[in-house]
């Protein structure tokens, strides 16, 4: 069982950066594939951004270039740092951990969820 707990949330304005943490408080994140998944009210949840247990990056395209994924394993934290929010972003962000090698863009290849945190973008 990994419990997962994101933070970094907030209202920022448009051309604005947010940091979202990743936290795992008991099982080391190293060995999981991570996934940033985003939501709206009446939208399905969709892939952001995945990390690999080799550090091979995902995006989707509409982060590509404005969005950066990374893990501090030390840390047993994954980031996303996101930079020229736009209010097209707004939305919970969360992540999602699953025990294999590859990256997956599809929410029920992950097995574990955090709680998300309100990211708002104002025009």
């Known amino acids: 069982q990994v419990q997962l707990v994101e933070s970094g949330g907030g209202l920022v304005q448009a051309g604005g950066s947010l940091t979202l943490s990743c936290a795992a408080s008991e099982r080391t994140l190293s060995v999981y594939v991570i996934g940033w998944f985003r939501q709206v009210p009446g939208k399905e949840r969709e892939f952001v951004a995945g990390?690999?247990?080799?550090?091979?990056?995902y995006y989707a395209d509409s982060v590509k270039g404005r969005f950066t994924i990374s893990r501090d394993n030390a840390k047993n934290t994954v980031y996303l740092q996101m930079n020229s929010l736009k209010p097209e972003d707004t939305a919970v962000y969360y992540c999602?951990?699953?025990?294999?090698?590859?990256?997956?863009?599809?929410?029920?290849?992950?097995?574990?969820w955090g709680q998300g945190t309100q990211v708002t973008v104002s025009s």
């Open positions: 999602a951990a699953k025990s294999s090698i590859v990256v997956a863009t599809s929410t029920s290849e992950y097995n574990y």
């Open positions: 990390i690999s247990r080799y550090d091979n990056k």
